[in-house]
């Protein structure tokens, strides 16, 4: 039987919380007035995640799993998840336990009401560094000024989506992707469903500093030529610093030849200045070639190494 709703969840190294998703999510399914596949999305897992997930296939028809051949990354891994759902409603969220499985009911609930995208939004949020909820406020904040579409702020991957926004998802063929700032770039009617956000359950931070500003850093080039112009501002007003420099250069040799700023230290100093320019909007403009040269090779988006629980689905 074709299921009415789909839960998607990537999963990387995650063996401490598996059974206590399940058992959440277990009763979240049990209450839903229709068909329910979970599908589980091994990104390249090296713990017993892939083995559990094979056990919980076993023991849930409800349970089907895709582990792709290596680690490609969490949103890459989400894209896997949207590319074998089957339901009509499909939510995604992460195997930590920091989006609440409770909330898929209330998502459900917004979705009759017309909604085809609802996200959950984040008010307030529990164990975490104030230097990580700093760098996630900045971050938003500043991802809704420069980007070409409204990304709503303090958002993650947890959402519900309609089908006809998983149809548009999937005929995306981009290969540096970004989830929530697509989901606001195909439109329909959207909205938000308050949270807190909770600690992680077990396990350790798979979104490193380092990963959290390529995200970033890839979020920000996908949706705003912003950088570009940036880098064509500070050239146009660096031109102008150095026309006005050899103005006032030509000036001190003429009528002031001891003046202080004529000697080798202005040069050095001018050089430093016009080089760290040259570097800084050669760095950004690499950002945007290097997309380019990810999408023209037309390799696909990950390739995969096993995948169970969807042909006993259909059998029933």
Known sequence: MVPQYSLVVPIKDEEATILELYRRLSAVMDGMDGNVELILVNDGSRDRS???????????RRVCYVSLARNFGHQIAVTAG??????????????DL????????????????????VYAQRTKRHKETWFKRFMAYAFYRLLQRL???E???????FCLLDRRVVDVLNSMPERNRFIRGLRSWVGFRQ????????????????????KSWALGINSLISFSKVPLRI????????????????????????FAPGAPLTGYAAIIVAVFFLGA????????LGEYVGRIYEEVKGRPLYTLAEVAGFEEQNER
């Open 50 to 60: 892939l083995h559990l997930m094979r056990e919980l296939q076993q023991k849930d």
């Open 82 to 95: 949207l590319n074998f759902v089957r339901g009509q409603v499909v939510v995604v969220m992460d195997a």
């Open 98 to 117: 920091q989006d609440p499985p409770e909330l898929i009911p209330d998502m459900v609930e917004k979705w009759r009401q017309g909604y085809q995208v």
């Open 147 to 149: 980007a070409d579409v």
């Open 151 to 157: 990304i709503p702020t303090d958002t993650g991957d």
């Open 191 to 210: 909205t938000a469903l308050l949270f807190e956000r909770d600690p992680r359950f077990a396990g350790e931070v798979k979104y490193t500093f380092r």
């Open 231 to 254: 880098s064509t501002y500070v050239g146009l007003v660096a031109a102008m610093i150095s026309v006005l420099m050899a103005i006032l250069v030509l000036y001190w040799r003429l």
């Open 277 to 284: 320019v040259q570097l800084v909007s050669i760095g950004i």
